[in-house]
T-cell receptor
Framework: AQSVTQPDIHITVSEGASLELRCNYS??????LFWYVQSPGQGLQLLLK??????LVQGIKGFEAEFKRSQSSFNLRKPSVHWSDAAEYFC???????????FGKGTTLSVSS | KAGVTQTPRYLIKTRGQQVTLSCSPI?????VSWYQQTPGQGLQFLFE???????NKGNFPGRFSGRQFSNSRSEMNVSTLELGDSALYLC????????????FGQGTRLTVV
């Protein structure tokens, strides 16, 4: 069955430092993969998605993610973090029928000054 | 174009009561899915509707139900509320399937007392 693991529950990064959030997935075929961000009390905003093709995907707000089939990973990166990036980040894959998204438990990002 | 609208944003109900939440998807989108978000369980899929038909249902008791209207607007209902139903309920709108791209509303925060 499809599943998503985000190994880091909470990460703290200094403002201006680089960021990498980890995501590992279990999926029967080439997956669709998503990263969402959620600010406190808000809904989810799509940062980026991977369907096929280039394994390095660019998203909004300066984020990118790299799909690595051999490692079953889709890690999210940003070269320089801003205080406004503090939020919760979720990695997701669709279920087999494509009618639902399966989310990881999320990683909370704190940004220190 | 207008985003996904969920109403109400906040709700306080008493144990044993029932509640109805509403979701208006993005114009032209025919798929609406619902998720429950709690600190302990994370984001869990409730159900998905497409053209007024439920295509998929998550592992929730029968107290949780939903429907979709001909204009794609969707409602979910929870009967006989329990304290554990307190959560953020998120609705997502997709053109045809969540696996292609899902846009989330701000959510309805339900508190059961």
């Amino acid at each position: 069955a499809q599943s998503v693991t985000q190994p880091d529950i909470h990460i703290t990064v200094s403002e201006g430092a680089s960021l990498e959030l980890r995501c590992n997935y279990s999926y029967g075929a080439t997956p669709y993969l998503f990263w969402y961000v959620q600010s406190p009390g808000q809904g989810l905003q799509l940062l980026l998605k991977y369907f096929s093709g280039d394994t390095l995907v660019q998203g909004i707000k300066g984020f990118e993610a790299e799909f690595k089939r051999s490692q079953s990973s889709f890690n999210l990166r940003k070269p320089s973090v801003h205080w406004s990036d503090a939020a919760e980040y979720f990695c997701a894959v669709p279920n087999q029928a494509g009618t639902a998204l399966i989310f990881g438990k999320g990683t909370t990002l704190s940004v220190s000054s | 174009k207008a985003g996904v609208t969920q109403t109400p944003r906040y709700l306080i109900k008493t144990r044993g009561q029932q509640v109805t939440l509403s979701c208006s998807p993005i114009s032209g989108h025919r798929s609406v899915s619902w998720y429950q978000q709690t600190p302990g369980q994370g984001l869990q899929f409730l159900f998905e509707y497409f053209s007024e038909t439920q295509r998929n249902k998550g592992n929730f008791p029968g107290r949780f139900s939903g429907r979709q209207f001909s204009n794609s607007r969707s409602e979910m209902n929870v009967s006989t509320l329990e304290l554990g139903d307190s959560a953020l309920y998120l609705c997502a709108s997709s053109y045809d399937r969540p696996e292609t791209e899902a846009f989330f509303g701000q959510g309805t925060r339900l508190t059961v007392v």
